[in-house]
């Protein structure tokens, strides 16, 4: 099991250089005037779906871009370390998952952010983890949950007037359910846990089992029935002859009766 969660270089690299692309995206966007907002998603509109590819890399402010950079880092090591192979599978699918019913449900108006994507990796992580009932898994979706728990609070309409930085829920809605989604088409068989004791085979039988039989119905604890022995008559061996021959037993001296 542990052979499948080992540190490597990309364990680092990976989180890092995504997060390094997201500010030099918005570098290039304050360097060169460059208005991004229009590549996001604009919902059910035909240029609108260049953003489900585009928005992740876009973001409004230093405060949004900050602020998905933290959880990204953190998200995306842990992605790498615990589920390397399915990574990459992860983060492009989810990118488009999302993006797509962000595009059929958003507001009409631009969502940007790599919000969504964190949606996709928080929500991934922690039903994957439950899923394969592993030890190490369930601490890091308990641990994730625990971090990020309150994250599941944005997915709802916020009841707070439309603005330019308003959140973008809908792009949290479709991370979630992406993530979960994802979390059940990669099936990680080599992730689940082993099985050490013959209660947790399928085909595991309790009325057959010596340790299960001591209890009763009602789960009380029973003896087992004693066994009676057998009565059995003396047997005793003669040598064979090809002669009639007589034979006379003879006790032994401890079994003489006075």
Known sequence: MDKHFRFTNAVLLFPFFSVVLL???YWLQIK???????NGIFPRTFSGLQGVFLSPFIHGDVEHLYNNSI??????AALQFFYAKESVAVVVFGILMSGMITWCIGGESYHIGASGLIY???SFIFFKGIQTKNQRLVA?????IVIYGGLVWYVFPSPEIVTEKSISWEGHLGGLISGIVLSFLYDTPQLKKPIKYDWEHPDYDA???K??????????FVNLPVAVPIEQSPIYEYYTS????????IPKKNELKL
């Open 71 to 76: 959880p990204l880092l953190i998200l995306l």
């Open 32 to 38: 060169f005037d460059f208005d991004f907002y229009q």
């Open 207 to 209: 009325s057959q089992d």
């Open 242 to 249: 090809s002669v009639p021959v007589q034979y006379e037993l």
């Open 23 to 25: 500010w030099f995206v």
């Open 211 to 220: 340790f299960m039989q001591r209890f009763d119905e009602k789960g009380n």
């Open 120 to 122: 996709v990796l928080f």
């Open 140 to 144: 890091l979706s308990l641990t994730v």
